[in-house]
T-cell receptor
């Protein structure tokens, strides 16, 4: 079955540690996105990539980094510079670069900083 | 520019209707609607493009008023399965990002 997988589902980290969230898709989609969701709030865009080896900052990129070495993979690293990283992180993809398509979401990773 | 959704929350009984609004202060090219169950990923409902096109999805439909820069999501004869948080996402004309609203919590009671 085609889809987006995110791992792990739950992640705990100590303050000051970097952590990497995985996002893999087998939909052959060109564009991939990372969102952060806090309780009672909408989804805020962290980074997006429209093509391999290229990515752009979203609205809240500070304290995060990404890479896009393969079409199917778009990992997100939450660095120690992110002041309040506890949140629900969602990865999404679209068939083509652009904003006229349905976004397919992964199941999400809930990150808690202890 | 985050779109504004209203109401923030609504409680319905099964079979009742509801309307959720999504407004922007800027000219829009498209509006996306998603529904999210607690702890799960958002699920796509529909996209409306500039031009006032109305779309339907089972008993859920939506409209896009280009002049008012507003979209409305209509849920008719609500079912328990409609419960969740509804998000609109907007793309401004000449914009390059999809920006989501804060969401509307919908609860359907039996």
């Amino acid at each position: 079955d085609g889809g987006i997988t995110q791992s792990p589902k739950y992640l705990f980290r100590k303050e000051g540690q970097n952590v990497t969230l995985s996002c893999e898709q087998n939909l052959n989609h060109d564009a991939m996105y990372w969102y952060r969701q806090d309780p009672g709030q909408g989804l805020r865009l962290i980074y997006y990539s429209q093509i391999v080896n290229d990515f752009q900052k979203g609205d809240i990129a500070e304290g995060y980094s990404v890479s896009r070495e393969k079409k199917e993979s778009f990992p997100l690293t939450v660095t120690s510079a992110q002041k309040n990283p506890t949140a629900f992180y969602l990865c999404a993809s679209t068939p083509l670069a652009g904003l006229y398509n349905e976004q397919f979401f992964g199941p999400g990773t809930r990150l808690t900083v202890l | 520019q985050q779109p504004v959704q209203s109401p923030q929350a609504v409680i319905l009984r099964e079979g009742e209707d509801a309307v959720i609004n999504c407004s922007s202060s800027k000219a829009l090219y498209s509006v996306h609607w998603y529904r999210q169950k607690h702890g799960e990923a958002p699920v796509f409902l529909m996209i409306l493009l500039k031009g006032g096109e109305q779309k339907g999805h089972e008993k859920i439909s939506a409209s896009f008023n280009e002049k008012k820069q507003q979209s409305s999501l209509y849920l008719t004869a609500s079912q328990l399965s409609y419960s969740g948080t509804y998000f609109c996402g907007t793309v401004m004309e000449y914009g390059n990002k999809l920006v989501f609203g804060a969401g509307t919590i919908l609860r359907v009671k039996s």
